[in-house]
């Protein structure tokens, strides 16, 4: 198993530019989300999926789409980059929704984006 | 509403000193589960430990250990004899049977010095 992949590791954009972060797991999990990690604030909840076809807002939604067409994929979309979007971004998946069932989440390598 | 606090944001020892990360958590919930992930200079996240809030034995896995204290709203980690590879920024996380969300703390960055 490759476990979660994620794709770029790095990316520069310009303000107002949008684009996809990728994010994919082999391992069959139900759940998948979306974190951003800034300097001082720990990881901050984006968005999460608990199922293909169900998503839902997290801590920090704004700016933010997502959508879980099939149960490996689960992409977050920039929708018009702001600096404030500098961040890293990781993507974690886990077999079952966690908080039912306090299912331990594993980590994809993060992607760095700089947004000019 | 759910919470974890990691007071601690920076710790320097020397090799071989014994270290502790404090966590503290708030939550309404009975049942809930503590994570900790260690995050090294590479940057990936990496799973270390899980105990659900029914479970208040400590546990030690090599050097490292883990005093979960329900009276205190508390899951402090201990690195033994700490390593200069222990160094890294540790995070502790709480999710609760009522949601699908994890909350991270800050995190504590660990340095441990040759």
């Known amino acids: 198993n490759a476990g979660v992949t994620q794709t770029p590791k790095f990316q520069v954009l310009k303000t107002g530019q949008s684009m996809t972060l990728q994010c994919a797991q082999d391992m069959n999990h139900e759940y998948m989300s979306w974190y951003r990690q800034d300097p001082g604030m720990g990881l901050r909840l984006i968005h999460y999926?608990?199922?293909?076809?169900?998503?839902d807002q997290g801590e920090v939604p704004n700016g933010y789409n997502v959508s879980r067409s099939t149960t490996e994929d689960f992409p977050l979309r920039l929708l018009s980059a702001a600096p404030s979007q500098t961040s890293v971004y990781f993507c974690?998946?886990?077999?079952?929704?966690?908080?039912?069932?306090?299912?331990?989440?594993?980590f994809g390598p993060g992607t760095r984006l700089l947004v000019l | 509403a759910q919470k974890v606090t990691q007071a601690q944001t920076e710790i320097s020892v020397v090799e071989k000193e014994d270290v502790t990360l404090d966590c503290v958590y708030e939550t309404r919930d009975t049942t809930y589960y503590l994570f900790w992930y260690k995050q090294p200079p590479s940057g990936e996240l990496v799973f270390l430990i899980r105990r659900n809030s029914f479970d208040e034995q400590n546990e030690i896995s090599g050097r490292y250990s883990w005093n979960f204290q329900k009276s205190t709203s508390s899951f402090n980690f201990t690195i033994t004899a700490s390593q200069v590879v222990d160094s890294a920024v540790y995070f502790c996380?709480?999710?609760?049977?009522?949601?699908?969300?994890?909350?991270f703390g800050t995190g504590t960055r660990l340095k441990v010095l040759a």
């Open positions: 996380a709480l999710c609760t049977s009522g949601t699908y969300k994890y909350i």
């Open positions: 999926s608990v199922g293909a076809g169900i998503t």
């Open positions: 974690a998946s886990s077999l079952r929704a966690g908080g039912q069932l306090g299912e331990t989440q594993y």
